[in-house]
């Protein structure tokens, strides 16, 4: 069990780690948007709030709390000696039968009647719900995130909007002049009178003036526009980012949800109907025969043994109104490891093929 | 082991949490009245109140706990049985134990409640938003000061003793104990009468009384006949002798708003058509088993030890069906107008069962 503290220990600090990153991301890009409000060339701070690092830090975060949750199989692998032992006799009971038959079954029967997993179980659902809250935790924070980047984008959206209309309305002018310079150059090229034409070339020069101001008007505008669309591509990257990030939460909680969830319900139901079945027909023959017991407890015994040392699966298939819910249970826990498997590929081949070393 | 589904919406976990406050309450009451007509003991009655009061402050808890469903992205869904008990899904209390047992850090790392309260109304003066972040923090916390005040149910309620007097040498115990069956969602309330002829009184014996009690609550399990249990206790238990053993299921509560059951109370309620509040019958289930006479048995070569035999009903031997039980009495609760659907409807699997009929002031009427 050490194991599983010094992992939720490890996963905790990767937790925080890539909360850390995440926040750092956001925040460059909301200091990004500041210089940007106040004209600073920001193209460095853009090209900076690189995603790889981040990435590079979730997945290895994803990656232990998956572990961690492939780890709680093995955790739960221990019921499955107190099924067995449930169904069977210890060494003990074993070496007390070779002397007397009676003495060991009386012996298996008492130690039926005091088995309880419930304290397991609370293990159990204690240990799931420590990583269900990491998990929750980190889902949050990318959430919070994920709301501060789209406030941030929705402001930006709009800037660039009217920046674009300025745009426009500015080629619109430019457009406007075209025609009024080149009836001034016609006017020039047939003016005889000095006079005149001095008038009317300063009025040109003044309009071509004008005509560059708005052309360097233009430029800048479209350079802000430019900049406002990276800014607005790299917010929404980050966006999908998050998003993404999120919806892995979502699939590792869920996984871990259904699969605890499951585990309870069926090994609860499982030993309490090995032992109902194990004692309960045995203890009403018993009873009004009063003292005629063993010969009728070990026919019972037998009867009742063939029936339930058979494997776990047939044994609730022995209850059909359990298996129901059982079979909806399973479809649920199917769909959750499909989508976990889906995400997880890799981890899942390596845990399998123990490349962890254990 | 049953159909669970989750409660989504805020406001239905709020009705259903009502309705439960209801009932407990009346419970109580027609505890009282079944302590009055002479068929429960005044210290039944107490031990019974006692884990009814229980599950009033566990199903409070609870309520705090999912009064956000819904609303705020990180609240919990309140899982119930909707097929056969219509109460919470054992596992919710299974939950309850594990919350409860990280209380310290729960409560040390939130802000208390009038803190809260003075941040909540910064924030709607302030900031003229509805503080729904704020709320749910203080529904978490009240959560985790109702499960420090303590005195719920809990899915385990370990055995204690009463003396109830001695007989010559042997002392005569109640003993109670309570669980919530994780097989059939429902709070069942155990009740034992046993004769102690050890050498120390049981629940001073340091060695013996905390075996009793592990056995016993591992043999809690609905499933297990009343016959089962009383006989693997009296046997792993030389000096001690099971006279009468009794099982309360309290449940199951039918609600045509809220549970899909089968069977006439489904029909008598659709038709009753009851407002809210009154649209409700808990029915609960009392086993009785009593040894009728006590043997001695040989025990290894010399030792003898008593054995009780015990008295069954006698339907079990005509053919019907086994109970492992010397009675079996149903009873149920219900508000005045389903009782009067119950009645114009007269479902013949109902007549026989003893009807408490309780209404908002107070009142109970039994039929």
Known sequence: ?358 | MNDTTPIQDTRVTRRYFRKFERITQHMGRVAGVMEAEGTLTKTEVEVLGRYIAGLTYTFRALSMKYLFAGRVSGAGKLMFDFRESGFPAAAELMELSVDASQLDRHLAGSENADTLKDRMVKKIVGDKEIPTKLQFALSQRLYYEELARGHLFWLRNDPDAIWQGNDGERRRFLVHWAVYDSQVNLPTIYLMELEDTGRTSLPKDIRRWPEVQAHLMAQSQGDLKLLTIARGFDLDFSDLHPKRLRRFHLGPMYSHAFTEQTGPLRKVLAQADAPEGEDWALVWTEEELIANHAEMQKSGWFGRVERQVFALDPTGQAGGPDTGATFTRRAIMLPARPYQALEELGPPGLREVRKFVVSPSGRVLVY
């Open chain 1, 1 to 358: 069990m050490s194991d599983f503290d010094s992992q939720i220990k490890e996963s905790q600090a990767q937790v925080e780690q890539a909360q850390a990153k995440v926040a750092e991301l956001t925040s460059r890009i909301e200091t990004a948007r500041q210089k940007m409000a106040e004209g600073q060339d920001i193209s460095v701070d853009i090209e900076n709030a690189s995603l790889d690092d981040v990435h590079a830090h979730t997945d290895l975060m994803n990656a232990n709390i998956a572990e961690l949750i492939m780890g709680l199989d093995d955790v739960t692998a221990g019921f499955q000696s107190d099924f067995d032992e449930l169904r069977s006799k210890t060494g003990w009971e074993s070496v007390v039968g070779i002397f007397s038959k009676n003495r060991s079954e009386s012996m298996r029967q008492e130690r039926l009647r005091t088995a309880s997993i419930d304290d397991k179980l609370q293990d159990l659902i204690a240990k799931s719900d420590t990583i269900v809250s990491l998990l929750e935790g980190q889902l949050a924070e990318l959430e919070v995130q994920k709301g501060k980047v789209e406030t941030n984008l929705s402001g930006t959206l709009e800037e660039r909007e009217t920046v674009v209309g300025e745009l426009e309305a500015l080629k619109g002018d430019i457009q406007a002049m075209d025609p009024q310079i080149i009836t001034l150059e016609n006017k020039i090229s047939v003016e005889t009178d000095a006079a005149a034409r001095t008038a009317l070339e300063t009025e040109l020069a003044e309009l071509n003036a004008k005509y560059n101001e708005m052309i360097r008007e233009e430029q800048v505008k479209l350079a802000r526009s430019q900049t406002l669309e990276r800014y607005i591509e790299k917010g929404k990257t980050w966006v999908d980012s998050l998003t993404n990030q999120a919806a892995t939460q979502m699939v590792l909680i869920n996984k871990l949800q259904t699969d605890t969830k499951q585990r309870v319900v069926l090994y609860d139901a499982l030993t309490k109907s090995l032992k109902t079945a194990q004692q309960q027909d045995v203890a009403h023959r018993i009873n009004e025969i009063g003292v005629k017991t063993d010969q009728e407890a070990q026919t019972a015994m037998a009867a009742i043994g063939s029936a339930t040392n058979s494997r776990m699966a047939e044994m609730l298939e022995a209850h059909e109104d359990h298996m129901v819910f059982a079979r909806e249970v399973l479809e649920a826990k199917a769909k959750a490891d499909e989508r976990f498997a889906r995400r997880f590929a890799t981890i899942v081949e390596k845990h399998d093929s123990n490349a962890y070393g254990g």
